[in-house]
């Protein structure tokens, strides 16, 4: 066997520390889902009048600010962490994000009035968003092209479990001794991840070619045993280096580059837009969020109230949490064997499903329907919703975007996707009420519905299926295709 044949046939298996490094800089995210989750249980003891605040219980008014405020916070956290993380690296900005999520719990504990909450919800926004830059880069840098879905689908997960986490503490701690539990987790997060080198791509950006040899051999699981593994290594190596090397000769960002990006790879259009018009009604629907709609999780009891079932809304919330997590878990284990186009065309079709099910029961009873026999139906319904979007298009539209955008530009690329997400989410958030009041809650979740078929045929027709493929390729295809546009 040549040495050519020999690198093509070598498949880097010993993947633990890839999995152990996404584990632990989805610590910081964990902790995350803990200060997103903090707000449902919080919220009626807030509101109450033995609230803890000195400035009174809240007011409907300043309830919907402190559950949107966070996304004005994700606006800015995408876009300096943007910056940050093309400086820094991925790394270090990940670390970086322990000192806002820390603040929040500080906040918490020590904040007596309405501001303090609405400033903690900012600051906690900022973390948000700043995580759904750095955390898929890093990721996308360190993993193998194979396993690259399930690991960014771990994102998600250990959010979710955060969210978890927050729910059963808001049941049985007192809402004093909740941060001191909380502010745990991005202690612990630094403690572990500090040990762990950057990515090679950053080293080599830095020219650092000896921590760059370290950080390849790390992530790849190098044992030495054998010739076919040293010229894997080599190889690897040698194509970072060319990477970086490419990257020096190239002009610098221009705002040519996304529009070239966006005219020539259409997917990126469909899945931004969809995903909008989907975080548009899954904010009211079933409460989940992908890091910009943050707080709408508290929306859930109001959902299941408005619904009619008569299963207590309390533990329909914490059933939804539970189908959060089921569902992220699923997309560890069929991102990468479904393909991202498949999954993400079940995901919204299923979530379609749902919502128009659950519209329909809303409908019959609000028009005096008797359906006591069907009162579990809105729970099974909403739970799929969640179920089926957070194993499918919620966690894969970060992960569809960074393996679709060119090197160039998929730091900012990602930053700018975030961002308008952001905006997208804020608006649902704060105009929830009013929305729900207009068409009420069978014709929000209608055309929520009909956005999900929306979704679905851009996917269909626009996305193309990046499972397996090198982040390297989508470079080279940029490339190509802006050469034939002017031949």
Not at 13 to 23: G, K, L, M, S
Not at 27 to 53: F, K, N
Not at 77 to 101: D, E, H, Q, V
Not at 323 to 347: E, M, Q, V
Request: neutral net charge; glycine residues 8%.
């Amino acid at each position: 066997m040549t040495t050519k044949e020999t690198q093509e046939a070598f498949q880097w298996t010993n993947v633990w520390n890839q999995w152990f490094a996404t584990i632990a800089a989805n610590l910081v995210m964990l902790g995350h889902g803990c200060i997103m989750g903090w707000v449902s249980p919080a919220i009626p003891r807030l509101t109450s009048d033995h609230t803890p605040l000195s400035s009174g219980p809240l007011s409907n008014e300043q309830v919907s600010w402190i559950g949107s405020i966070n996304c004005i916070g994700a606006l800015i956290g995408a876009l300096s962490f943007g910056y940050i993380t093309n400086l820094m690296g991925s790394k270090r900005s990940i670390l970086f994000l322990t000192l806002p999520s820390i603040v929040f719990w500080l906040l918490i504990e020590f904040g007596n009035t309405y501001y303090h909450i609405l400033i903690a919800r900012f600051v906690g926004g900022w973390a948000g968003g700043g995580m759904q830059t750095s955390l898929i880069l890093y990721v996308s840098e360190i993993a193998n092209d194979n396993i690259r879905g399930r690991l960014g689908g771990l994102l998600l997960f250990l959010r979710n479990i955060g969210v978890l986490i927050a729910y059963i503490l808001g049941a049985v701690v007192d809402y004093e001794y909740i941060p001191y539990v909380c502010v745990v987790i991005p202690f612990g997060f630094v403690i572990i991840f500090a040990t762990l080198p950057n990515t090679p791509q950053f080293y080599i950006a830095k020219g650092d070619m000896n921590k760059a040899e370290y950080s390849v051999k790390c992530y790849k699981g190098y044992q030495g045993e054998s010739r076919a593994e040293d010229d894997a290594l080599y190889k690897e190596y040698e194509k970072l280096k060319t990477m970086a090397n490419e990257s020096k000769t190239e002009e610098k960002l221009q705002l040519s580059d996304f529009c070239n990006c966006l005219n020539l790879k259409l997917q990126i259009l469909s899945i931004y837009p969809l995903y909008q018009v989907f975080q548009w009604y899954r904010n009211r629907a079933d409460n989940s969020q992908i890091t910009a709609a943050f707080t709408i999780i508290s929306y859930a009891v109001t959902v299941f109230e408005k619904a009619g079932t008569s299963i207590n809304p309390y533990a329909s919330s914490i059933v939804l949490a539970v189908a959060l997590i089921l569902g992220s878990l699923a997309t560890t284990y069929l991102a990468d064997r479904l393909g991202r186009k498949l999954l993400n065309l079940i995901s919204l079709m299923g979530s379609a499903i749902g919502l128009f099910a659950t519209s329909l029961y809303h409908y019959l009873y609000m028009n005096g329907i008797d359906l006591s026999a069907l009162a579990w139906m809105p729970v099974i319904n909403i739970s799929l919703v969640i179920f089926i979007s957070s194993a499918g298009i919620m966690p894969l539209t970060f992960i569809c975007s960074v393996e679709n955008l060119p090197k160039k530009i998929r730091t900012f690329g990602m930053a700018i996707i975030s961002f308008s997400i952001s905006v997208v989410a804020f608006a649902s958030v704060k105009f929830f009420p009013i929305l729900v009041e207009e068409l009420n809650l069978y014709g929000c979740l209608m055309i929520y519905g009909i956005g999900s078929l929306v979704g679905f045929v851009f996917i269909l027709l626009f996305l193309d299926d990046t499972s397996g493929k090198s982040l390297d390729n989508v470079g080279a295809k940029e490339k190509t295709d802006i050469a034939c546009n002017y031949v």
